[in-house]
T-cell receptor, first 111, second 112 residues
Framework: SQQGEEDPQALSIQEGENATMNCSYKTSINNLQWYRQNSGRGLVHLILIRSNEREKHSGRLRVTLDTSKKSSSLLITASRAADTASYFCATETNTGNQFYFGTGTSLTVIP | DAGVTQSPTHLIKTRGQQVTLRCSPKSGHDTVSWYQQALGQGPQFIFQYYEEEERQRGNFPDRFSGHQFPNYSSELNVNALLLGDSALYLC???????????FGPGTRLLVL
């Protein structure tokens, strides 16, 4: 079974607005990573946050991690039509070299 | 710097057949992981290969097997194909299986 669950399942916003998606997981982790996938193609790595970090920024992306609540959020600011994609969180467990993906959030940015 | 490559891009098989998918990792990477992604779902971990051995395995039957070669490339074999094996198969490479994984474009398998 998959460890992560993203919320919401689908999100539709206007270009220029911010998009926030959340991820919850079940067990202790080494790190949490966010990926983007366009139309069923390969996944593109966006950002990695380690278990001892609380917040990380990369360009228009901001990721937070709350290990006490076993949750993370991804904020995309000033969204663009090109941000339309599915977004997945993936957790690397601290018990082995396994990665667990969530079910994904489908983001649509309307021009 | 070559990224992760996979072949073939698409494949159509019939139930009961066997299939082999191939993956070449990103230059400098030594670990290859395989994932199955059904339509509308997130990728599910099949197994990981490091130093030519299966190091970790997800909840997949023995019909799914793999191999890693000395040059770190890898194959995924699926025997006795079922309709439910239809999916996008993704390969990801990393260094020592830690941290960021880089994904290939995937192989889309359709079982009829």
């Amino acid at each position: 079974s998959q460890q992560g669950e993203e919320d919401p399942q689908a999100l539709s916003i206007q270009e220029g607005e911010n998009a926030t998606m959340n991820c919850s997981y079940k067990t202790s982790i080494n790190n949490l990573q966010w990926y983007r996938q366009n139309s069923g193609r390969g996944l593109v790595h966006l950002i990695l946050i380690r278990s001892n970090e609380r917040e990380k920024h990369s360009g228009r992306l901001r990721v937070t991690l709350d290990t006490s609540k076993k949750s993370s959020s991804l904020l995309i600011t000033a969204s663009r039509a090109a941000d339309t994609a599915s977004y997945f969180c993936a957790t690397e467990t601290n018990t082995g070299n396994q990665f667990y993906f969530g079910t994904g959030t489908s983001l649509t940015v309307i021009p | 710097d070559a990224g992760v490559t996979q072949s073939p891009t698409h494949l159509i098989k019939t139930r009961g057949q066997q299939v082999t998918l191939r993956c070449s990792p990103k230059s400098g990477h030594d670990t290859v992981s395989w994932y199955q992604q059904a339509l509308g779902q997130g990728p599910q971990f099949i197994f990981q290969y490091y130093e030519e051995e299966e190091r970790q395995r997800g909840n997949f039957p023995d019909r799914f097997s793999g191999h890693q070669f000395p040059n770190y490339s890898s194959e995924l074999n699926v025997n006795a194909l079922l309709l439910g094996d239809s999916a996008l198969y993704l390969c990801a490479s990393s260094l020592a299986g830690i941290g960021t994984q880089y994904f290939g474009p995937g192989t889309r398998l359709l079982v009829l």
